[in-house]
């Protein structure tokens, strides 16, 4: 069984700083590509930040010098490191797994955890 477990959201203020962390289990985790997600009230799920199987990572502009993505291959850890946080930051935050080979694609969720910044 597949599970991808946040934490470490909660209510900060504006300039203050989350860590994020997801604990996956049910996969060989080293060869997922690892990304952090997120979804506004009234808005579309977006993409923050990814790190592929090999470590390479990609963010979204919105964030990009603000946020830190990083995995843990021995630990089937992925955090995601939040600084400067602004209003517009809050929503709730998605670890989000992906397989990719030989043609199969398999795609895991987590539960989400919900992430504040209070101006």
């Known amino acids: 069984q597949v599970q991808l477990v946040e934490s470490g959201g909660g209510l900060v203020q504006a300039g203050g700083s989350l860590r994020l962390s997801c604990a996956a289990s049910?996969?060989?985790?080293?060869?997922?590509?690892m990304g952090w997600y997120r979804q506004a009230p009234g808005k579309q799920r977006e993409l923050v930040a990814v790190?592929?199987?090999?470590?390479?990572?990609n963010y979204a502009d919105s964030v990009k010098g603000r946020f830190t993505i990083s995995r843990d291959n021995a630990k089937n850890m992925v955090y995601l490191q939040m600084n400067s946080l602004k209003a517009e930051d809050t929503a709730v935050y998605y670890c989000n797994a992906v397989w990719s080979l030989f043609g199969g694609t398999r795609e895991y969720w987590g539960q989400g955890t919900q992430v504040t910044v209070s101006s």
């Open positions: 790190v592929n199987s090999g470590g390479s990572t």
């Open positions: 049910g996969i060989i985790f080293s060869t997922f590509h």
